[in-house]
């Protein structure tokens, strides 16, 4: 377990970019496979991207491959979402969450067990 961060969220419009960053406590933070995800109104979340501990493996969901990119920096306990080309779909309160060791289904929810509180991120048309 440990204890997650978000910041970095915003108003922007379609086609801006925002960087999204997720600080985590903890003397481990290359032991825990780091994920992203999002939830819009009226709508369940849903799995955004992922990245290994090492950063040696990523996954993306189909509807932002291309556009967003997932990285990390190990020194600063922090994992980043660039998120390039922004669609007013795209709409959502962002999570990070982070699961010690590897993931089989880096992109059921479930396979996480610490979460962030969230950040806003909103693009108008």
């Known amino acids: 377990q440990v204890q997650l961060v978000e910041s970095g969220g915003g108003l922007v419009q379609a086609g801006d970019s925002l960087r999204l960053s997720c600080a985590a406590s903890?003397?481990?933070?290359?032991?825990?496979?780091m994920g992203w995800f999002r939830q819009a109104p009226g709508k369940e979340r849903e799995f955004v991207a992922a990245?290994?501990?090492?950063?040696?493996?990523?996954y993306y969901a189909d509807s932002v491959k291309g556009r967003f990119t997932i990285s990390r920096d190990n020194a600063k306990n922090t994992v980043y979402l660039q998120m390039n080309s922004l669609k007013p779909e795209d709409t959502a309160v962002y999570y990070c969450?982070?699961?010690?060791?590897?993931?089989?289904?880096?992109?059921?929810?479930?396979?996480?067990?610490?979460w962030g509180q969230g950040t806003q991120v909103t693009v108008s048309s």
């Open positions: 903890g003397r481990t933070f290359s032991s825990y496979a």
């Open positions: 969450a982070a699961v010690y060791g590897s993931w089989r289904y880096a992109q059921n929810s479930r396979t996480y067990d610490s």
């Open positions: 990245i290994s501990g090492s950063g040696g493996r990523t």
